[in-house]
């Protein structure tokens, strides 16, 4: 592996206390008097809380961040001890789950001691985001709130979307050891295994590396190409001629990486190889247009004149890339129209992908964090001839 100092798992108070002091200054921008949280990263953003418990959906969780004094987190007393490990101060609870008031009471009254300036609660709303309690007890809390409860998602966005210097260093870590594994997988597999078998090594290899989870795992193989890239593995059998297409959203501490490899199995043919040429091109275009005050935009129609050269038939995936953190996909997206200024501190991938016949796609995928100068590679770049399996 390489020689990385890994980071220490969690963050310190004065992490979190940067983070919340500039969420409340974007806050006076978006006129909202708190923030309103309940899903698994925006709840971790703001207080390094963690628990596989997130799985069962039967107890919802919110914090409160209000413009003025601590955050408060209002959640079921089975989370409470490991709550108080984190930074926070203020935990109220109540005996979850109780489906005729499940923390609503609790939650109105903790939003309703918040001072009021704008009269505004900002919510998991709009897009890419989640609310995680039932819709009928949002809509009761909306009803008996003084405040209105407004889309607070461009506010958590404009938030998110610029990381820490600690974020991104747990960033890199887990694109460092996806793309150890990656380099390794040649040796470790074959022709005439299955999609389905390959995933299991990858996925053992990237977990003994220090991986947490792998949670995104399409393994998809095809003569010359794949006809998609987000579902799989099944149990194909790998065959000579095929292109393998493996991309992994892995995890290190919540921090996900996101980024694919292309591989031969055998010998493949040429038209699959001038392709796939051509999106390596097309990366090294993206990762340079993607540099502070160029805008989404600049960066799609960078890597999408190669891509049109090349002889694309189409590209189904609506857009060549996007933002990368506690979330698998993040925003913004290098999509015509999406016009997000690029600043310093962001992390996204460089995400160029066509389909050359019908049914044959080729896709490229590279990580990385904006610098004041331009871009950071945070994976090891991807061979620019594909790897041979044999």
């Known amino acids: ?34 923030l309103l949280v309940s899903s698994p990263p925006n709840v971790r953003y703001f207080t390094g809380f963690d628990s596989q418990f997130w799985e069962s959906p039967t107890r919802p ?26 930074w926070m101060k203020d935990i109220r609870t109540w005996p979850a789950p109780v489906p005729e008031d499940d923390g609503i ?29 039932p819709v009928s007890d949002l ?12 889309d607070g998602t461009p506010c958590l966005w404009e938030i998110r979307m610029v990381k820490t210097a600690a974020e991104i260093n747990h960033i890199h ?19 005439g295994e299955s999609e389905r078998e390959i995933a299991r090594k990858l996925r053992i290899d990237i977990a003994r590396r220090g991986a947490d989870a792998t949670p995104f795992l399409p393994v998809i193989s095809g003569p010359g190409g794949v006809p998609q890239i987000v579902c799989g593995p099944h149990d194909r059998i790998v065959q000579e001629g095929d292109v393998l297409f493996i991309d992994t959203g892995s995890t290190f501490d919540g921090y996900f990486c996101d980024f694919d490899r292309n591989y031969a199995i055998g010998n493949i043919c040429d038209e699959a190889r001038r392709v796939h040429e051509a999106l390596w091109l097309a990366t090294e275009a993206g990762i340079a247009a993607a540099v502070p005050g160029a805008t989404t935009d600049d960066v799609f129609r960078a890597m999408s004149k190669i891509i049109e050269e090349a002889g694309a038939i189409g590209n189904n995936v609506g857009r060549l890339g996007h933002g990368l953190g506690l979330q698998l996909t993040e925003p913004p997206s290098h999509r015509l129209g999406d016009g997000t ?31 004041r100068d331009g871009s950071r590679l945070l994976t090891n770049r991807a061979p620019r001839e594909m790897p041979v399996i044999r």
């Open 61 to 86: 969780w919110f914090v409160v961040v209000p413009l003025e004094g601590d955050p408060v987190a209002v959640i079921p007393e089975i989370g409470a001890p490991e709550m108080a490990l984190t």
């Open 173 to 191: 870590h887990i694109c460092q050891i996806a793309s150890d594994a990656y380099e390794a997988l040649p040796s470790q597999i074959s022709i």
């Open 1 to 34: 592996m390489n020689n990385l100092k890994i980071p220490h798992r969690g963050f310190s108070s004065k992490e979190f206390e940067t983070r919340v002091e500039r969420a409340r200054k974007i806050m006076h921008k978006h006129r909202l008097d708190a």
């Open 105 to 133: 009471s609790l939650l109105k009254s903790t939003i309703e001691s918040v001072a009021k300036r704008y009269g505004r609660i900002g919510a998991e709303m709009g897009r890419e985001m989640v609310v995680r309690m």
């Open 341 to 371: 200024i690029i600043v310093e501190n962001m992390v996204l991938t460089i995400e160029p992908g066509m389909e050359y016949a019908p049914g044959k796609m080729i896709v490229h995928e590279e990580n990385i964090a904006i610098t």
């Open 139 to 150: 809509l009761r809390l909306r009803d008996s709130l003084s405040s209105e409860i407004a």
